[in-house]
């Protein structure tokens, strides 16, 4: 029986080092494969079957007539025929539990052994950062109206529900804040790696010199200026092409003369380069978020889930 630890998310937990080091543990020769698809930019995502469910959002129809079940079936049996175990994050499933559920069903049929590797984070910090990676693919509303629109989509619990469903007792749920906060002797998305493989696959801990090898070379991610975020609003206000905001999100980041204008402007500026516009809508969005905080996944109270194992 193949062996086989799902990263599902959430959003914004650090989805992004964890697959870089992920990348970067299969270059070291560490005992798994860390399956993705070579045809993404930077390899980390594996946008070949998984991600394309959950990305699409397909619906149980589209899913019966459109979505080719044999390439999702095919690289299962992979899986399950492989003698290494394996590791698969997409972090996009969290949010999407229809998705999650057809993958896991797969896995099922094919009698894989599968682990659930899920993240969550206090529930305004999880808004903010979800709502500037919303503004990148084309959000043109203020965060409260995102917010209250999206609200079904962000309280969801049902991709833990049917994680606990397909795995009982192989669900590892990590609290995020905790984790940045209290891991201070190593990267902590390092040292969640090295504990997920150690609790999926009895792996043995890392030694000192794997741990030096496995170095990630980016700068620490600092959010955006809430200034960039207003210009990136009225770009797709404007232009109704995303791609064209992430182009325009890429150059200002780059350019150090705007960074420089930015540092150095002051309140009295364009109010769409006015940090104070937007710092106030995000007031309103961490208002917003503490008032439904206890009805969500992120607050740790699984009232009807008794199979997740809460971890640090």
Same mark, same amino acid.
């Given at each position: 029986?193949g ?44 946008y070949s ?15 019966? +007539? ?21 590791v698969? +994050?997409?972090?996009?499933?969290y ?13 099922k @049929?094919?009698s894989v ?11 305004p ?28 989509s ?21 609290? *995020? ?41 980016r ?12 210009i ?7 232009f @109704? ?11 200002l ?16 500026d ?6 104070l ?9 961490e208002? *917003? ?8 996944s ?15």
């Amino acid at each position: 029986m193949g062996k086989l630890l799902l990263h599902i998310g959430s959003e914004k937990t650090g989805s992004r080092s964890l697959q870089a080091y992920l990348n970067l543990s299969s270059e070291f020769g560490l005992p798994f494969d860390y399956l993705t698809d070579a045809g993404h930019i930077h390899g980390y995502y594996d946008y070949s079957t998984s991600a394309e469910l959950a990305l699409k959002g397909y619906s149980n129809s589209e899913l019966n +007539s459109d979505f080719d079940f044999g390439v999702l079936d095919e690289r299962i049996k992979k899986v399950k025929d492989n003698t290494l175990p394996s590791v698969l +994050s997409c972090e996009l499933f969290y949010r999407n539990p229809n998705a999650l559920r057809i993958f896991l069903s797969c896995c099922k @049929k094919h009698s894989v052994d599968c682990s659930i590797l899920a993240l969550v984070r206090s529930f305004p910090k999880y808004c903010r950062s979800l709502y500037g990676e919303a503004i990148k693919w084309g959000e043109v509303e203020r965060p409260l109206k995102w917010a209250k629109r999206t609200r079904l989509s962000l309280l969801s619990l049902e991709a833990l529900s049917i994680c606990a469903d397909f795995c009982p007792g192989k669900t590892f749920l990590w609290n *995020f804040d905790r984790l940045i906060d209290e891991v201070n002797w190593v990267d902590p998305i390092l040292f969640l790696l090295e504990k997920s493989l150690a609790q999926c696959f009895e792996f043995d801990s890392f030694s000192d010199d794997q741990i030096a090898a496995l170095t990630l070379d980016r700068p620490q991610n600092q959010g955006l200026d809430p200034r960039l975020l207003s210009i990136m609003r009225e770009s797709n206000r404007s232009f @109704k092409d995303s791609r064209v905001t992430r182009a325009l999100l890429s150059c200002l980041s780059k350019n150090h003369l705007v960074q420089k204008a930015l540092d150095n402007s002051c309140e009295h500026d364009e109010p769409f380069l006015s940090p104070l516009r937007m710092q106030r809508e995000f007031k309103q969005l961490e208002k *917003f978020a503490q008032s439904v905080e206890h009805l969500h996944s992120h607050h740790l109270v699984f009232s009807g889930i008794k199979s997740l194992y809460i971890t640090f």
